[in-house]
């Protein structure tokens, strides 16, 4: 049989918690547990007064601490209050509570205290690992928002701030879906709903959404961004919300209007200079030392040069589309029903338009002054096609007069011949068959960049 | 053949090499030139005032545009043309005038204006 006190005093010995009791205005051990021992190295305490026994404690104010229970006989409680003992840092939750005797005079303090070191280091971690996400977010020059299912925001970092004119608070004070706030409206007025914005979208259906759009700030100022959306998924892959990063792309955007605005005052400046290489040469050739057609065909050439350019420069000097090129090379040079062209879609990069253009041009001056283009019912049929990396081309007229290889060749059929080869890095060939002019072209398939 | 004899053409261009080479090509043509001029202000006044049948009209002027001649000849109800370097889609066409664009062959002139003047 164990008797109640002594099952008491074992619970008292053996408890977890730091325990102990002390006497008097000197704060003496009267009386601690196993736990408490153990913290203090488990050197002799009792009937030696506190500051004595952990002298380091003075300093850390836990003496005059005792000393203000004992005073008031007001008990005292910290939560993982930080302890230096014995040169260990330990965080304690603890209580000093009075005891006083029957006449209500505070005679000694009962201390009790809990180890909180773990849970209060653990804390701190994770305090130093938002306060270093905080600081990530709040530096980042993109806007990064937090979107929960209601498409309500429900985090912005500073530069999602600045970018969109509204605190954080402000737009929880709104309490409306994001887009309400901050994307409500079309550059023209015109309301523009939820349902339409594929920002939002990237949470109902569940991927990544990257784009741009227009935003409104909070000053009724539109500006364009971009943005990828990315929903958040929880444990179970539910997603239950949406990230979104969003950067500002006004600059960029007015880059490219500037170089829009010079390309198109160089394509100006371009065509104004060859309106007046024709002009002058119509003043050279009108004193009539020269034939009339030498004078076309001058102006012919300028202009086909011209058109060339005209098509590159409405893609940016990037690509044109070969039956493009062909079209305008022959605009005004054939009849209604004189060509057939046929051949899939092909982009050219600008050096070989304008050769292509200039090619078909001069075919096309020949076949008028001698080929098909030159009768009514004449016909040019133009084939193109771009198998295995390979490019090639037929032109070959049909129901003209009788054509020979007569005399040396011209300018025309030379620049076809020779420099249409060289710059195709390729084989031109002109056959001078009875039914018309037949020119093939076969070369590596010209590389858009 | 012409269409143009003795028409009254107003040209605005402020390139000297093209100005002339216009007044030769209209004059060829048998037309009479009114300017050409290039300022705009001389324009306005020629287009709001003076007798004519068909207008040439550069779209860029001395740093300006001819959209405000355009917009007097329009008012008159005499027709005319545009002349520029610019892609058509930099230009307000919203006056539906047929547009050369520059570089264009004299002959390109002269049967423009013709069916101008045939239409009106």
Known sequence: MVSPASVLGQLFEFAPGYIAMVRGPDHVFEVANAAYRNLLGNCPIIGLPVCEVVPELVEQGYIDLLDQVYRSGEPYMAEG???????QLRYISFVYQPIKDR??????????????????????????TERRLESVLNNASVSIFLMDERQHCTYMNRAAEQLTGYTFEEVQRIDKPLHDIIHHTYPNGRPFPLSECAIDRAFPEHNQMQGEEIFVHKDGHFYPVAFTASPIRDEASQTVGTIIEVLDISEQKEAQQRQRLLLNELNHRVKNTLAMVQAIAYQTFKQGREP?????????????????????????????????????????????GQLDLDGPEIMLPPETAVSI?????????????????????????????????????????????????????GFGLRLIEQGLSRELDGRVELDFSKDGLVCTVDAPLPLVK | MTGLSGKRVLVVEDDPILSLTIEDVLVEAGAVVIGPVAWLKEAEELAGSAQLDAAILDVNINGGHSYSVAGRLAARGIPFVFATGYASDGLQTHLNAPILHKPYNPRQLQTTLRELLAAA
């Not at chain 1, 205290?113 to 209060?120: I, K, R, S, W, Y």
């Not at chain 1, 001058?298 to 086909?304: C, H, M, Q």
């Not at chain 1, 058109?307 to 605009?331: F, M, N, Q, Y």
């Open chain 1, 357 to 409: 253009s200039i090619a078909i041009h001069e075919l096309a001056t020949n076949a008028l002054k001698y080929g098909s283009l030159s009768v009514p019912e004449g016909v040019v049929n133009i084939r193109w096609s771009d198998a295995a990396g390979r490019f090639t081309l037929k032109w070959q007229e049909c129901h003209g007069p009788p054509v020979g290889a007569a005399g040396p060749r």
């Open chain 1, 292 to 336: 009339a057609d030498t004078r076309e065909t001058f102006e012919g050439r300028i202009a086909a040069l011209a058109s060339a350019h005209d098509l590159l420069t409405g893609r940016g000097w990037s690509a044109a589309p070969l039956r493009e090129v062909i079209h305008k090379s022959l605009a005004g040079l054939a009849g209604k």
């Open chain 1, 81 to 87: 209050a930080p302890v230096l003992v014995r040169e």
């Open chain 1, 103 to 128: 006449s209500g005079k505070v005679t000694g303090i009962f201390a009790e205290g809990v180890d909180v070191t773990e849970a209060t280091q653990a804390q701190q971690a994770l305090r130093r």
